[in-house]
């Protein structure tokens, strides 16, 4: 199953091993338990402290596999074959079980390791989702250092049956003791956060010792990377607070435009940026979700929703911007419900079921085409009386038998049967009279919103909700900048907020040299 280019990686990897990994395997002879014995052998084959046994499939899912070291308590399993985005998730839970110490802060590690109580974790991923391997790698790494903590990753796409059961709609979807613990993208900061109750109190004591920074970025997408890379290359005391690090791109498939690197993956360029800053001297302030700006008396008061504060000379706004919303009845109650935003992740959940698409630009005529090839049938609902997308993916998406496209028409309402979507209601612009379609999954793509709203009577905003900016990033109150796609630049484009992000953090050092003794000292 490995190519020789894969093995050889994989074999150099394995070397970091220092202790005996075991790999008990739960097969029959259906053609996926094949292909799970064939890839456990090769990767056996590649390491002398790896071993395969034979489990009795008897109460356990087949095909799958477990990682277990001799005098160690580690419950961590594979339901499925982790390959795609997942076989990252293999190899990091193979170091790991294997002895490898894991790339982590230790008072996280710390945190984990004193987790009380048993804690049975189950995650269903699918293996073309680019958010899964954050919250599989995570809880492998927890279950891989505390015995209380077992983890079992499900290819949702492997066990439809059980998917439907437990009405997995969406992926990463957790499940702790047999409950629902969460949806969505989270690392092991997040998992820890909401299993530890004191956590929150902590951190906000923490960000409250802070002292004034000269530079304060808010927000850590590719804008706030670049802005505090930048600020800290001055040597001024550099802050970052965000709400997720890496922002925006973390939710993107496949990046083939940011110059100087032909292809990357959104989690792989997120974790890049943060590895860069982090290179700094940089205090990173994560999970954390800014609430309210206003002037101090020597510079500005950033106020978190968690309750904490951080002041700074200067600050830099990134908050990039979100999913846009259709904002009809039914949309919030059965979001990862059946109401989804990422046709990548959460598409093999609908394999063989009607789904539809909502929105006509280029996001939404590329999300119809990759549907069509999972489901039974897409529809292409579009508000204009035409298709917005290039004319190239028109053509494409029209080619497609099981592919309706309905144009002018308004959805009005989602409609679920109390735990999942069974389809919604759009209005037919042409006449007024309201239609009814019958779905599995509605997938929105309707564009971006800006993350402002916390701004919206402190500085100037567009009727877009951006913040207006200058060409070098200068907002409507001094010492504040922005960048980004929270801001007035017409072009929402990874790279052109990296720039921006350059830009703004060298016009508040230019406003500090100019305003601020203390900025001007630091840069002599």
């Not at 489990?55 to 580690?74: C, E, K, M, N, Y």
């Not at 613990?181 to 530890?196: Q, T």
């Not at 997938?443 to 060409?471: C, H, M, Y």
């Not at 484009?493 to 703004?504: R, T």
Request: aromatic share 6%; proline share 5%; net charge negative.
């Amino acid at each position: 199953m490995l190519d020789a280019n894969l093995k050889a990686q994989l074999k150099a990897y394995l070397e970091r091993v220092t202790r005996p990994v075991v790999i008990t395997a739960y097969s029959d002879d259906v053609p996926k338990a094949r292909e799970m014995d064939e890839l456990l052998a090769e990767i056996a084959a590649l390491s002398d402290k790896i071993t395969v046994v034979a489990g009795d499939p008897a109460g356990h899912r087949v095909p799958s596999f477990a990682l277990s070291s001799p005098g160690q308590d580690i419950n961590l399993t594979f339901a499925g074959l982790p390959m795609g985005h997942e076989f990252t998730s293999l190899v990091l839970a193979l170091l790991q079980v294997g002895g490898h110490p894991p790339k982590a802060e230790q008072a996280l590690l710390d945190q984990i390791k004193a987790l009380d109580g048993e804690m049975r974790f189950e995650t269903y991923f699918s293996l073309s989702c680019q958010n899964c391997p954050d919250v599989v790698q995570a809880l492998n790494l927890m279950a891989a250092i505390n015995p209380k903590v077992s983890h079992v990753a499900i290819d949702g796409a492997l066990f439809q049956a059980e998917v439907s059961s437990r009405q997995v709609m969406s992926v990463p979807t957790i499940f702790l003791n047999g409950q629902p613990f969460a949806a969505g993208r989270m690392g092991a900061e997040e998992i820890v956060a909401k299993l530890d109750t004191g956590a929150a109190d902590r951190v906000v004591e923490k960000i409250n010792a802070q002292e004034t920074f000269d530079v304060l970025v808010v927000g850590g997408g590719p804008a706030g990377a670049a802005a505090a890379v930048y600020a800290a290359r001055k040597g001024i005391r550099t802050g970052v607070v965000a709400d997720r690090f890496g922002g925006q791109v973390l939710d993107t498939m496949a990046i083939e435009n940011f110059i100087s690197v032909p292809h990357t993956e959104g989690p792989k360029l997120g974790a890049a940026l943060e590895a860069h800053v982090r290179d700094y001297d940089v205090e990173i302030m994560n999970l954390q979700r800014a609430q309210k700006l206003e002037p101090v008396a020597d510079g500005y008061k950033v106020t978190l929703e968690s309750g904490a504060s951080l002041t700074g000379r200067s600050i830099v706004l990134a908050t990039g911007a979100r999913w846009r919303k259709m904002g009809v009845p039914g949309e919030e109650q059965y979001l990862n419900k059946g109401v989804a935003f990422c046709p990548h992740c959460d598409g093999p959940l609908f394999k063989g079921k009607r789904v539809a698409v909502i929105g006509g630009g280029n996001s939404g005529v590329e999300a119809a085409i990759d549907l069509a090839g999972l489901v039974a049938h897409v529809t292409l609902i579009e508000f204009d009386k035409q298709l917005r997308a290039d004319d190239v993916l028109q053509r494409k998406l029209r080619s497609l038998a099981n592919v309706t496209i309905l144009t002018s028409a308004r959805t009005t309402e989602v409609i679920g049967d109390g735990s999942k979507v069974i389809g919604l209601h759009y209005e037919n612009r042409a006449d007024g009279q309201q239609q009814s379609l019958a779905v599995d999954g509605i997938f929105v793509q309707i564009g971006l919103l800006p993350n402002t709203e916390w701004l919206k009577d402190t500085l100037d905003i567009s009727p877009r909700g951006e913040i207006i900016v200058s060409a070098s990033g200068e907002t409507s109150l001094p010492g504040v900048f922005a960048a980004g796609d929270c801001t007035t630049t017409p072009y929402k484009q990874i790279i052109i907020a990296a720039g921006e992000g350059a830009e703004a953090a060298l016009s508040a050092f230019d406003h500090l040299i100019r305003t601020s003794a203390p900025a001007a000292e630091a840069a002599a």
